[in-house]
C-alpha cells in the first residue's frame, strides 16, 4: 500500500468517526460555547458595582449607564422592584460590566456575600452608592395606609417613613464600608443621591450626606486607603422626574417647584462627568 | 364607580393569602428541579451508552420542563415582589412577618435552585 492509499484511508476513517459521533460532537460543542457565553472564557474588566437599599433607583441607574433607558418610552416612577443580581454592560465600555443586586433587607444576606467577597477580591473598580435621602420608592398593598409606618396623617408618614430609609440607607452602608477598605485594587465610590426633584434643598440635604454620620463612615475608608487608592465623589441628581406616590398612585409629596428638565440633564451630565473623572483617576 | 383607593386590600388579609400560595409553589419549584435533574441523568446515560431514542425522550422531557419554568415565571416574579414589598413596608403582625419573610426566602431558594439547574441546558 502506498502512502497516499494510507492518507487516504486515515482520512477516512476520520471523516467516518466524525460523521458517526456528529451529535455527540455537537453537544460538545454546544457545552464549550455555553461555557464561553457564560463569561469564563471571556476576560473582562473589572465591573461597577451598584449598591444601596430597594427603591432608590439601582436598576434605573444601571439601565442608563447601559444605555438601555429610553426617556420617551420609559414612564417614570413605575417601580418594579428586583427580585435578583441584574447585570448589564456599560454602554461604551461593553467588557465593564454593571452588577445590581437587589436592595431589600431579606434579600441583602443572600445576594451581597458573594459580591462583597468580590469587591475584597478586587474584582470591582467602582462602587455606586445609591441614597435618595429617603425617598425610596414602595409598592406594597395597602398603599401607605398599610404601611407599618402610619399613624393616620399623610404628612407625618412620608416624615417617618424617609427618617426610617435614611437610616436604612446608613445601616446599608456600614454594611459595605468594611468590604471597601478591605478591596485590594485601587477603588473608586460614588455616592449618588438620587431623586433631587423631590427634595431639591441643596443645604440640607448635602449636609446630611458631607457631614453627618454618612461621611463619617466614607472618612474611615479614606484614612486607611489613602487618596492614592481610593477616591470618593458626591453627586446630586434626579435620574427621573416623577411625584413620589404609593402603590394606588396616591400622591405623597410633589416634586419641588422650579425642578424643570433643565435642571435635571445639569445633574445628568454632572453625574457623566464625574465618572469620566474616576476614569482618569484610574488611568493616572 | 369604585376608586382606585377602594380597590386596597388589607396587607394582614393579603399576606395570609400569600403564605400557603408560596408554599405551594415553592414545592412545584422543587419538583420541576427534581424532574430536571432526572432528565439530565437519563440524557447522559443514554448518551454515553448510544441510546438515542432515550436520549430524545430525555431531551424533549427537559425541553417541556423549561418550558413550565418560564411559563411560570413572570407570576413568580410578582409573587415575590407582592410578599418582598409587604415584608419590608406592610402594616403586619410580627408572626405574620416572620412567616412570609421565611416562605419568601424558601420559595426564592426554590426558583434559584431550579433556574440553575435548567439554565445549565440537558447537559447539566
Not at chain 1, 460555547?33 to 439601582?58: C, F, V
Not at chain 1, 443621591?193 to 441643596?202: A, F, H, I, Y
Amino acid at each position: 500500500m502506498s502512502d497516499t492509499d494510507g492518507a487516504k484511508q486515515t482520512a477516512v476513517a476520520v471523516v467516518s468517526w466524525l460523521w458517526k459521533n456528529k451529535d455527540w460532537i455537537a453537544a460538545r460543542l454546544g457545552e464549550l460555547k455555553a461555557w464561553y457565553l457564560r463569561g469564563k472564557g471571556t476576560k473582562k474588566e473589572p465591573g461597577i458595582l451598584i449598591l444601596g437599599p430597594g427603591g432608590a433607583g439601582k436598576s434605573t441607574l444601571a439601565r442608563l449607564l447601559a444605555g438601555e433607558y429610553d426617556y420617551l418610552r420609559d414612564l417614570p416612577g413605575e417601580y418594579e422592584e428586583s427580585v435578583s443580581v441584574e447585570t448589564y454592560a456599560l454602554k461604551d465600555s461593553p467588557r465593564v460590566e454593571v452588577v445590581v443586586p437587589p436592595g431589600q433587607r431579606q434579600r441583602r444576606e443572600a445576594t451581597w456575600a458573594d459580591l462583597h467577597a468580590d469587591l475584597a477580591a478586587g474584582k470591582f473598580r467602582g462602587v455606586i452608592f445609591l441614597s435618595a435621602y429617603g425617598y425610596h420608592s414602595f409598592k406594597a398593598e395597602g398603599g401607605y395606609k398599610g404601611h407599618k409606618l402610619y399613624q393616620g396623617d399623610m404628612k407625618q408618614f412620608v416624615k417617618d417613613f424617609c427618617a426610617e430609609r435614611r437610616a436604612e440607607e446608613l445601616e446599608v452602608l456600614r454594611q459595605l464600608i468594611p468590604h471597601v477598605q478591605a478591596s485590594r485594587r485601587k477603588l473608586w465610590m460614588l455616592t449618588l443621591v438620587t431623586k433631587q426633584d423631590l427634595w431639591w434643598d441643596r443645604g440640607t440635604v448635602e449636609k446630611h450626606y458631607r457631614d453627618g454620620e454618612y461621611a463619617a463612615e466614607v472618612h474611615k475608608v479614606l484614612s486607611q486607603k489613602g487618596h492614592q487608592q481610593f477616591r470618593h465623589e458626591y453627586v446630586f441628581a434626579s435620574l427621573v422626574i416623577s411625584n413620589f406616590v404609593d402603590r394606588n398612585s396616591q400622591v405623597l409629596k410633589k416634586n419641588t417647584e422650579g425642578y424643570d428638565q433643565k435642571v435635571q440633564v445639569e445633574s445628568l451630565r454632572h453625574l457623566f462627568e464625574t465618572l469620566d473623572a474616576f476614569r482618569q483617576w484610574e488611568a493616572g | 364607580m369604585m376608586s382606585q383607593t377602594d380597590l386596597t386590600f388589607d396587607p394582614q388579609t393579603v399576606a395570609a393569602g400569600l403564605v400557603p400560595l408560596l408554599k405551594e409553589y415553592a414545592q412545584k419549584l422543587v419538583e420541576i428541579g427534581t424532574c430536571t435533574r432526572r432528565a439530565q441523568r437519563l440524557y447522559a446515560k443514554a448518551r454515553l451508552e448510544k441510546q438515542q431514542l432515550a436520549a430524545q425522550r430525555a431531551q424533549a422531557d427537559f425541553e417541556s420542563l423549561r418550558f413550565a419554568l418560564n411559563r411560570l415565571l413572570p407570576s413568580t416574579t410578582d409573587l415575590s415582589r407582592e410578599a418582598s414589598q409587604l415584608v419590608e413596608h406592610g402594616k403586619l403582625e410580627p408572626v405574620t412577618r416572620l412567616e412570609l419573610a421565611l416562605r419568601l426566602a424558601e420559595f426564592e431558594s426554590a426558583l434559584r435552585q431550579t433556574q440553575q439547574r435548567i439554565g445549565a441546558g440537558v447537559t447539566g
